[in-house]
């Protein structure tokens, strides 16, 4: 019977250790701490007060083409937008959705028949508030807008304010970032895709300050990611090619605002050339860590897209240059060091 006890003890015990992870494993399931897979795409991640909240598209069961639509348009219910917490950057605990769909009006812009995409949320010091922007769009991507909502804590719930066409051009793909100075930038791919906007966010962060540059003109970049290191800033982008992986590119400027400097693919190893078969979606800076920032992509399943994975890699620097080689698995203690391996290039 001691036996017994002890043997279950151990299996008890394991089992929990089994569910603690310790390491990031990019394109694999990646579970929550209920043990289910975290549905939170396009996403990205908001440090405060010494925790990280992840923020995603909470994506519907289904997935179908839209009706009438000519592309490779393929969508799930608008589920809106999901919150899971961490400490570690591993373990997620689900928070909920945190921006609800409105399942009662039709013509609601987060009716589930929308598109709800690549939510982010800045926190903003003045005013207290957590400020969601996203894009807003009909099931065959013509309205092309961008939504803004907003709520006293980074669990939510936030509050649905209104979409527009910022600057007076439509809105697609898109990133925020919240400048050392407290200054907030929209980014986002604007004249049909073509171009790429990155517009001044009033004090309060609801909405458009008028200021605004247009940045590599008919390059027909998408899915934004942005951070700053030593004082510069950096961009990385992909092509426009719907669900589909293409090659990333990374950018450079002194200001934010541009002029920007087209570099080269960061990415290296294999499937290089096609992003690993991901897309970027936000570029997180590790609490702490310096240089320590993971690039995060999103690996979509178009014709399953709930199942849609996470490629999360640490970024690498060479001076000013970075690069992003793949890595089958990794841990924090890994960052903000340079890598030695195969894949440097
Ligand atoms: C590429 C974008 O980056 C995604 O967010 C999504 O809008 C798909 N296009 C839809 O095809």
Redesign the pocket.
């Given at each position: 019977m001691k036996n017994f006890c002890l043997l279950l003890a151990c299996l008890c015990v394991c089992s929990v250790f089994s569910c603690y992870a310790q390491s990031i494993m990019p394109g694999k399931e990646w579970k929550d701490t209920d043990g289910n897979p975290i549905n939170a795409?396009?996403g990205g991640v908001l440090y405060h007060d010494g925790t990280y909240y992840w923020y995603g598209?909470y994506k519907g069961e289904h997935t179908y083409r839209s009706p009438g639509v000519d592309?490779?348009?393929?969508?799930t219910e608008a589920g809106g937008v999901s919150c899971y917490s961490s400490k570690d950057l591993y373990n997620w605990k689900f928070e909920g959705i945190v921006l609800e769909p409105d399942t009662l009006n039709p013509h609601s812009d987060i009716h589930p028949s929308m598109?709800i995409?690549?939510p982010k949320v800045i926190y903003n010091d003045e005013t207290g508030k957590f400020v969601m922007w996203m894009?807003i769009?009909s099931y065959n991507?013509w309205k092309a807008a961008a939504g803004v909502a907003v709520s006293d804590s980074p669990t939510g719930k936030f509050t649905y304010l209104r979409s527009m066409h910022p600057n007076g051009q439509i809105s697609?793909?898109m990133t925020l970032f919240k400048d050392d100075d407290g200054k907030a930038y929209h980014i986002y791919?604007s004249e049909g895709n073509a171009t790429l906007y990155i517009s001044l966010l009033t004090d309060d962060y609801l909405d458009h300050s008028g200021t605004y540059t247009r940045n590599f003109p008919n390059k027909f970049r998408?899915?934004p990611a942005i951070f700053k290191r030593n004082g510069k800033y950096y961009m990385v982008t992909?092509g426009?090619?719907?669900?589909d992986p293409n090659e990333a590119e990374y950018a450079v400027a002194e200001s934010i605002l541009g002029p920007w400097k087209a570099v080269e693919n960061p990415c290296r190893g294999k499937d290089a050339d096609k992003t690993f078969y991901g897309?970027s979606?936000f570029i997180l800076p590790v609490n702490g860590k310096k240089d320590g920032y993971i690039m995060m992509f999103?690996k979509?399943n178009?014709t399953n897209l709930i199942d849609s994975r996470y490629i999360w890699l640490p970024i690498v620097f060479e001076g000013e240059n970075l690069t992003i080689p793949w890595m089958e698995t990794w841990n924090l203690d890994n960052i903000g060091c340079r890598f030695v391996g195969e894949n440097r290039k």
């Open positions: 795409h396009g598209e592309w490779d348009c393929y969508r598109v995409e690549r894009h769009d991507y697609r793909d791919s998408e899915a992909s426009c090619t719907g669900w897309q979606t999103d979509w178009k």
